[in-house]
């Protein structure tokens, strides 16, 4: 894997804010800033979907990303295109050096089929990206499409097998990815403890934007 | 690849040709069969609770909870509320693709040239995009809708690397799939080429659309049996009946 360092600086980032675990977040970046998603403790997979500030209706497309790099992960040089067709960010610095885009995001009702009845009840980021989307008031039910998974290491085999392993990102592993247009970006630090996506411990992540 | 063994007396038939699109209700109990006639053709499918269309199709869920990036025979098809949509109970090409999507009508134009009804008439180069966006309108649907679809008939693999490659030949002329509908599901269908084969032309092939009852649920044993987890999506599905 290809792994590229970012010579951003912390301090010189004009936003910061930490995601505890299990928690939703919302937020905007504008053409043209950089925003850094860095898993704090490791092993921490961060859910996200991102949309066109000026028009919520367009928003991240995995289909059309996957097939205009003719690659089935996320790295340094993916260029995440929407469902009209534009780019939407770049990914710019990549420390972890793989994410996943096929394994969508934990829900209540996914986790019925995947492992009991009985886990109905558990946190999902389904339930995060909701409840982020409804307060915030620009997107709803209908507007959350297939996500990505930031640190998370879903291999895909050349016989068609696909499976969720343990992670390959550690503590102070990042992402880095630059805005073509204003976006809003809507992220579930993803609360899941039946499977090794967060080690079975989910952890916070920051977020962190320069201009 | 598993083949149907069982005659079915046939409610209906159509021929949806290549370049065309359509929707339906699939009818709780009801099987659709989506034959190849040509060999080679390419069907983008989306899927949605017929009562209650916020309730779609989910590609990311199908994959993770069967464990797999291809569908076949023994595979369900899942919305995002832990149902199943449709089950694949028959399948004689054995690898469906969930990774290339659809074209707009600008990639289209780029891949094919320009096609435009007036010189063209009926045979103007249609796109995936449009296609299934004008179906669901239909149902008063939109963009938001438009979700990722399951390409029928295609075959796309991923190498050690995650590089990926089209695999020209994998449905063959007389080669089907069936979908059997353990819920009333709506079904959109465009039948165009795959995104990434390489065809330069634009040529898309016809399939043949063919639908039956089901008189016993027994059809669904393969795909309720083939893991543990769709014991419980059916076990979902059959909470909307009681």
């Not at chain 1, 009991?116 to 995060?128: F, G, I």
């Not at chain 2, 598993?2 to 409610?11: D, E, G, H, I, K």
């Not at chain 2, 009852?213 to 599905?237: K, Q």
């Amino acid at each position: 894997m290809n792994l590229t360092h970012s010579d951003k600086h912390p301090e010189a980032a004009v936003y910061r804010a930490t995601i505890a675990a299990g928690e939703p977040f919302l937020c905007e970046v504008k053409a043209g800033q950089t925003l850094r998603l860095l898993d704090l403790e490791g092993n921490q997979a961060v859910d996200t979907l991102f949309y066109s500030a000026k028009n919520p209706r367009e928003r991240y497309d995995p289909q059309r990303t996957l097939r205009k790099q003719n690659s089935i992960y996320l790295t340094t040089g993916t260029v995440l295109y929407s469902n009209l067709g534009n780019p939407l960010l770049s990914i710019v610095a990549d420390t972890c050096g793989r994410h996943d885009t096929l394994g969508g995001a934990c829900a209540q009702e996914s986790n019925t089929v995947r492992y009991a009845l009985d886990k109905r009840y558990m946190h999902s980021c389904r339930d995060n990206f909701l409840r982020a989307s409804l307060h915030d008031g620009r997107l709803n039910k209908a507007d959350i499409g297939a996500n990505i998974n930031f640190f998370m290491n879903v291999p895909v085999t050349p016989e068609g097998g696909l499976t969720f392993e343990d992670g390959i990102s550690a503590p102070g592993k990042y992402v880095e990815l630059k805005a073509h247009m204003d976006v809003i970006v809507l992220i579930s630090n993803c609360p899941q403890l039946n499977n090794p996506c967060n080690g079975y411990n989910p952890t916070p992540a920051e977020v962190l934007v320069w201009d | 690849m598993t083949a149907s063994l069982t005659l079915r007396p046939t409610l209906y038939e159509e021929l949806l040709p290549g370049g065309g699109h359509t929707s339906f209700v699939l009818k709780r109990g009801q099987l659709l069969r989506l034959s190849d006639l040509e060999g080679g053709a390419n069907v983008s499918l989306l899927l949605l609770n017929a009562a209650e269309k916020s309730e779609r199709l989910n590609l990311p869920d199908s994959l993770k909870c069967q464990h797999t990036a291809k569908l076949t025979a023994g595979h369900c098809l899942y919305s995002d509320m832990g149902r199943v949509l449709a089950a694949i109970t028959a399948d004689t090409c054995g690898w469906h693709d969930s990774f290339g999507g659809v074209l707009n009508a600008a990639e289209v134009q780029e891949k094919y040239g320009q096609g435009r009804y007036q010189e063209l008439r009926n045979g103007f180069f249609r796109n995936g995009v449009d296609n299934l966006l004008v179906e669901m309108g239909k149902w008063n649907l939109n963009l938001q809708d438009l979700l990722m679809c399951l390409n029928l008939f295609s075959k796309v693999t991923a190498d050690r690397d995650g590089r990926l490659h089209f695999q020209a030949g994998n449905s063959k002329a007389g080669d089907y799939i069936e979908l059997y509908a353990p819920m009333d599901t709506l079904v959109v269908l465009s039948a165009l080429q795959h995104p990434m084969d390489p065809n330069p032309e634009y040529a898309p092939k016809p399939v043949q659309l063919s639908w039956s009852r089901v008189d016993s649920d027994g059809i669904s044993v393969l795909c309720r049996s083939s893991r543990p987890e769709n014991a419980r999506g059916f076990h979902n599905t059959e909470r909307l009946y009681i």
